[in-house]
């Protein structure tokens, strides 16, 4: 009797070990659950707070670029930059899209040797200069015919297809002219002076002492001063209907160059307008560029593109 009684307790104390086991085990997966639940719900609502912050800062982004766009604001404008809030704002840079040379324009017969010159002030040596600048040339023309022993028709380039003979449509075909890489290695920036908008003028009002010197052949102090002269006292580059440069003979004078061969080239008033705007609500971040031709009054966009930002970065 007493045996039969020990049995029994024992396997009551054993089922209720089992079920205890059980019931932990149940609420071990219901803890992870919840856990698991909950932390995918902030995440979820952490993700959906920074895409409703994004989605702000492009809004302000946006707002900049209606601003900057519009033909009666000039550069230093105090409506290109404004707080919304504490934590959300504006701000917008004008310049012209002329402060940099349109490549495709350069590919001219008459043009070619000024491409050549900047080529050497890059540190190439003047066949190398003039071999690369013909391998562009070759890549925009019609014929399969090459212009120089050293630039690059079809049978020079491993994809066919190439070159595309038209003019460029993308500063990215650039990576698939032969020999670009003698560029890169010689000046890593160097698609920064170039741009594929704009009348094709350059805007002196705008653009830096670097790309003037190169162009006009002048000194690099003298095109220093003459950047020192259009920026003011403030140093902030002005878009060129509120620059102190008026008149190309008076750009040229500070530069010394008068007489030069390239004044049809250069201008003191790019008509293409080229806005960076970024907006900011809390920890986003957005960046739009937009080019708009004012030429006649009426603005025209050409380009329109967003781009990250990075850091507490301006425009």
């Known amino acids: 009797m007493l045996v039969t009684y020990a049995s029994q307790s024992n396997k009551q104390a054993a089922a209720s070990g089992s079920v205890l086991l059980a019931v932990l085990c149940l609420l071990a997966v219901l803890s992870f659950l919840i856990i698991t639940t909950a932390a995918m719900s902030r995440e979820h609502g952490e993700m959906q707070q920074a ?16 601003v900057g766009a519009h033909p009666l604001i000039k550069a230093g404008d105090p409506l290109l930059r404004r707080s919304v809030s504490g934590i959300e704002s504006f701000e917008a840079r004008l310049t012209t899209e002329e402060r940099r040379l349109n490549l495709n324009a350069l590919l001219t017969a008459e043009r070619l040797p000024l491409l050549e010159r900047i080529f050497m002030s890059w540190g190439l040596s003047l066949v190398d200069a003039q071999d690369i600048a013909a391998t562009f040339m070759d890549w925009t023309d019609s014929d399969d015919l090459k212009r120089r022993p050293g630039s690059a028709e079809q049978l020079d380039y491993q994809h066919p297809g190439l070159p595309l003979n038209r003019p460029f449509n993308s500063l990215d075909e650039l990576n698939l002219v032969a020999r670009v890489e003698e560029l890169n290695a010689a000046k890593p920036d160097w698609r920064t002076w170039f741009t594929l908008r704009g009348n094709g003028q350059l805007d002196l009002n705008t653009t830096s002492a670097e790309i003037i010197a190169a162009v006009t052949n002048a000194s690099m102090e003298n095109a220093r001063q003459l950047v020192s002269t259009r920026n003011g006292p403030d140093g902030l580059s002005q878009t060129s209907d509120d620059a102190p440069l008026k008149s190309l003979e008076e750009a040229m004078a500070i530069l010394g160059i008068a007489g030069s061969d390239t004044p049809n080239l250069l201008t003191v008033q790019g008509p293409t307008r080229h806005v960076e705007s970024i907006g ?7 960046g739009i560029t937009l080019v708009v031709n004012l030429k006649d009054g009426t603005p025209r966009m050409a380009e329109w593109s967003e781009f990250a930002v990075k850091g507490d970065a301006r425009p």
């Open 51 to 66: 895409r409703m912050g994004m989605m702000r800062a492009r809004q302000l982004a946006e707002t900049g670029i209606a």
């Open 280 to 286: 900011r609500a809390g920890d986003a971040r957005c």
